[in-house]
């Protein structure tokens, strides 16, 4: 089991430029989240998918920020247009029923 | 949500110590997990506990989900031990929400 793929591992980008976090879920696991980690708020969840339908985005920031599931296999978030407060670590977590739930490695993504 | 409290903020050890982390909800949970945030920025699984109790070689963790409150205990600490360690009940929703976590040192 190779757990959650996170890609790319870190990310530069100038403000004004589109950017895309993607995210690969163990196999079999029907949740999926994203969380995004800053020093001045900490973890906070921004979207979940059960059974690659979002069930609650209402701690996506605005809506330069949008996620997607295509299918079991895999999501993405994107932010455009990127802008410096969106510097921040987001990780990338999924898992099955009452189970628990495991984290990727994260993205670090920076906005310069 | 959930309200979540983790004490102590910090705690500094010298290796060897025994030490005990403290978490409080607002609400009756369906999931719980502890976290451990090593250097690197990892979130690694500690334990899913949403009631009982769990041990795992030098740790271990209770849950008293009628009091709302969990316990993760660490025992001969290591080095290797330092980092954050995050709390996160889940209610009724499925997402886990983290309390601010605990920021561990322990000295050689």
């Known amino acids: 089991d190779a757990g959650v793929i996170q890609s790319p591992r870190h990310e530069v980008t100038e403000m004004g430029q589109e950017v895309t976090l993607r995210c690969k879920p163990i196999s079999g696991h029907d949740y999926l989240f994203w969380y995004r980690q800053t020093m001045m708020r900490g973890l906070e969840l921004l979207i979940y998918f059960n059974n690659n339908v979002p069930i609650d985005d209402s701690g996506m920031p605005e809506d330069r920020f949008s996620a997607k599931m295509p299918n079991a296999s895999f999501s993405t978030l994107k932010i455009q247009p990127s802008e410096p407060r969106d510097s921040a670590v987001y990780f990338c977590a999924t898992g099955e029923g009452k189970r628990g739930y495991t984290f990727g490695s994260g993205t670090r993504l920076t906005v310069v | 949500g959930i309200q979540v409290e983790q004490s102590p903020p910090d705690l500094i050890l010298q290796e060897g110590a025994n030490s005990t982390l403290r978490c409080n909800f607002s609400?009756?949970?369906?999931?719980l997990q502890w976290f451990h945030q090593n250097p690197w920025g990892q979130l690694i699984n500690l334990f899913y506990?949403?009631?009982g109790t769990k041990q795992n070689g030098r740790l271990s963790a209770t849950t008293v989900a009628t009091e709302r409150y969990s316990l993760l205990y660490i025992s001969s600490s290591q080095t290797t031990d330092s980092g954050v360690y995050f709390c996160?009940?889940?209610?009724?929703?499925?997402?886990?929400?983290f309390g601010s976590g605990t920021q561990l040192t322990v000295l050689p």
């Open positions: 609400d009756s949970v369906n999931n």
């Open positions: 996160a009940p889940a209610g009724s929703a499925r997402q886990l929400t």
């Open positions: 506990i949403p009631s």
